[in-house]
Every structure is written in structure tokens, then in C-alpha cells.
């Protein structure tokens, strides 16, 4: 389907969400969501200090948490969704990505509300004070006067390779000083840090990996370092091996799920965006690759999450009869 074609029938989709919701009991699920930075204010995102990301700050972070509590939801932990949540109840579990120092931020909110949040580590990162790659990219390029654009492309290449490659390029082009980090915007958590916040009763530790490792890009002894190693790391800094992981970029294979079946890894989560259904998510391999969905600051908040929510969508309709058109051609 053409972009702006499907744009279009997005927008109408997300302006029928309300009407839809009003009329139409929404379905009971585990609806999971991913944050990645979490920035004091707009302020802070103009500083150019690493890459915007979802450009999600925390007055926007705290208004989806009042949202969805003003709307009935549960908020659960890995280990409420491991014991078994309820057919006839609408769930949400809140996820961090990558480690960063600010979503320190997101503890008074959690606190506030008394919900609790998983944040998943990238393990080095923290470990060996570490910027993010995609940050060094983005602060690098635009300080050279790279464009938007070339930036986005530059990044898209990136995401095809291993971590050591991804440094080779950065370190080639801006020096081997380009991965320490330049304050609290892009820096991730001290190993202190990490290990007091994770003995928070609100707050939930997880593996994402080692180096931020896409990890198809690995062969299965990189794949199985990759994680292994970052849960040794993990139990090191917070007292325990984690039970749950999140995908770098959302991706796996086959070997991904073995790996972490042998470390004990009980809940695996992508960035499929979509609903997660019971009992059908507690199927072993669903359990392992659960959908999330990814919220925008720069978008207005309301009727992302009205249409997350709402369990009509033109557009996967249309997409589905095409898949069945095709296929019957
Ligand atoms: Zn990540």
C-alpha cells in the first residue's frame, strides 16, 4: 500500500478511536508500552545532546500514566504477568529501554501513582560508562552539519551490523573520545545507580543484551555471549539474573529464543505493535516475543492512546484483504 495512502487511512483511524471506544466495550488484554529517554522538558530535546528518539518528556510520560489509570487499567509487573493475570481485565506494564540515567525521572511518577515499571538494561553500557551509538550518530553528525536525513540513513546502516562494527564506523569518523558521554541527558546509569534503583519495590530489572546487540546480525555464539554475559553482568550489579528480556530493535530468531530459554528467561518482549490476548500470550514462544507499543512526545498523547486502545483498525483490516487477495492471485 502506498504511504500516503496508508498515512490517510492511519489518521482516519486514529480520529475514529473515541467514537469507536464510546461504543464498542474495548477488549481485555495486556497492553505494554516502550519508553526509551526520558527528557526533563522540550528544553533539554533542543540541546541536540543525542538523538530525540520518541522525544518523550516526563510531563508526557506522566500524564499517559493518568491517563490509563483514569481509564481502569492495572498496572502490572513481569512477575504479576508471570503469575497469571485475570481473562476479564484490562492490563498495562510500563517498559524502559537501554539504561538511560534520566529514567531516574520516571521514579517519582511511578511512586505518585504507585505503578510499577521494567526497565531493561543494556548491560556494557553501564558496566564501562558508555554512550548509546544512535546518540554519538546523532550529536556527532549534527555538529559536522549532516542533515536529518543523512543522519536517519547513516543510522539504518548501522542497524545491520555488531556492536564492534558500529564502533569501528563511529571511532573512524569522530575519534575514539566520541563514546563518552556528555552529561546526564545521554549518559547512561553507574553500576550504584543501577544497583539502588533496582532495590526499589516499584522498579524491575531486564536483559537487553551486553552491547545493544541487534541480535540477528550475530552468529549463535554471539547471540548466546550477547545475552549470557549481560545477565552475569546484571546479577553482578542488582543481585539477581534477570527473568525478562527486550530485543534490541525488536529483533530475534529462533537461536534469540533458545538462548534465552537456557538462561531462564521466562518473558521476552518485541516491538510488534499489538494487543497482547490471554490465555494465547502465555503459549511458551508468545510469553517470549510479547507486542509493545511506542508512544510519541512530539504527537499529541490522547489519541495515541485512544487508538492503541480501540480494537478496530481500518488500516489492518485493509491490510489483511489484501494479504488474502494476494494470495488467492
Ligand atoms: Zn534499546
Redesign the pocket.
Known sequence: MKTTLRKAIHQMDVMMAPLILSAVKEQNALNTYLF?ALFQDKAELAKNLCDPQQQVTVATFREFVAYHKSKGYTFVSPVDVLNGLLPDQRYIMLTF??GYYNNLRALPILEEFNVPALF?I?ANHVYKNKA?WWDVAYREGKKAGMTDEAISSEKAHLLTLTDDAIDAHLIKKYGPECFTPVGETDRPLTPEELNKFAQHPLVHIGN?TCD?AVLPNYTAAGIKEQISKAQDILEDIVGYRPITV?Y??GEFNDTVLQVCQQEGIKLGITTHHAKNFSPQLYEPTNLLTLNRFTIWGNEDLIPQCDFYRSDYHMLDKMKGMLKKFKAKA
Open positions: 526509551h529501554d537501554d531493561f543494556s548509546f537487553h545493544h527486550a534490541p530493535c
